[in-house]
Nanobody
Framework: VQLQASGGGTVQAGGSLRLSCAAS????????MGWFRQAPGKDREFVGR???????YYAESVEGRITFGRDNVKNEVYLQMNSLKPEDTAVYYC????????????????????????WGQGTQVTVSS
């Protein structure tokens, strides 16, 4: 399984970015995909998730500012980020579920790192003030 994240860059506060994650080596349409981020000196943080059926989960820190999309033909998942803030600066990672057709039984389980088995290499997002 390979995940390739792209779309990062430098943007001014208030701006927008669209990150993409291309997947190969798995039955993509059957896997939920998560996004995480890690800022320097901080732990990896859950950003959100789009399930294999399209249900979306968001971290409180980004809710209302991001949306997810997925294209099961292109095997890609997207993270659209709007109204970016300097505190959004981090390396963003996409990840795929450990098991196909997984549905978190509780919303808080959506961000558990342990349920994701495959990770991309990350893409840097820098938001300047």
């Amino acid at each position: 399984v390979q995940l390739q994240a792209s779309g990062g860059g430098t943007v001014q506060a208030g701006g927008s970015l669209r990150l993409s994650c291309a997947a190969s080596g798995l039955a993509f349409s059957r896997y939920g995909m998560g996004w995480f981020r890690q800022a320097p000196g901080k732990d990896r943080e859950f950003v959100g998730r789009i399930s294999w059926r399209g249900r979306q989960y968001y971290a409180e820190s980004v809710e209302g500012r991001i949306t997810f999309g997925r294209d099961n033909v292109k095997n890609e998942v997207y993270l659209q980020m709007n109204s970016l803030k300097p505190e959004d600066t981090a390396v963003y990672y996409c990840a795929a579920d450990r098991h196909p057709e997984y549905n978190p039984s509780r919303p808080e389980y959506a961000g558990f790192v342990e349920q994701y088995a495959f990770w991309g290499q990350g893409t840097q997002v820098t938001v300047s003030s």
